[in-house]
């Protein structure tokens, strides 16, 4: 079973910046592919990037097009979430997700197997 750790969340003023960090454990974890989502209050959990085990192929929800970016570094078993241009929308839980199976690169939350806790983001006015 694999273990998954966000970090980086906190208070942000609109128009800052902030990064996410999503650490993994007990899988090997370059063959699967990572996401990031999230879930605002009374909203339901929504997909924000994915990025493909290589990390040659990412995917964005488009409200987070140019000025998310997704990556991973496979050495240290984490990915990352970079977040520009912060908007009082984006403010939510962040929560990274591994794929149930190797090799399979898809973005609904069903192909995805294991969570993280979650890390809080707010972006104030």
């Known amino acids: 079973q694999v273990q998954l750790v966000e970090s980086g969340g906190g208070l942000v003023q609109a128009g800052g910046s902030m990064r996410l960090s999503c650490a993994a454990s007990?899988?090997?974890?370059?063959?699967?592919?990572m996401a990031w989502f999230r879930q605002a209050p009374g909203k339901e959990r929504e997909f924000v990037a994915a990025?493909?085990?290589?990390?040659?192929?990412?995917y964005y929800a488009d409200s987070v097009k140019g000025r998310f970016t997704i990556s991973r570094d496979n050495a240290k078993n984490s990915v990352y979430l970079q977040m520009n241009s912060l908007k009082l929308e984006d403010t939510a839980v962040y929560y990274c997700?591994?794929?149930?199976?190797?090799?399979?690169?898809?973005?609904?939350?069903?192909?995805?197997?294991?969570w993280g806790q979650g890390t809080q983001v707010t972006v104030s006015s």
């Open positions: 997700a591994i794929a149930k199976y190797s090799g399979v690169f898809n973005i609904n939350r069903a192909d995805f197997g294991s």
């Open positions: 007990g899988r090997t974890f370059s063959s699967y592919a």
């Open positions: 990025i493909r085990w290589s990390g040659t192929t990412t």
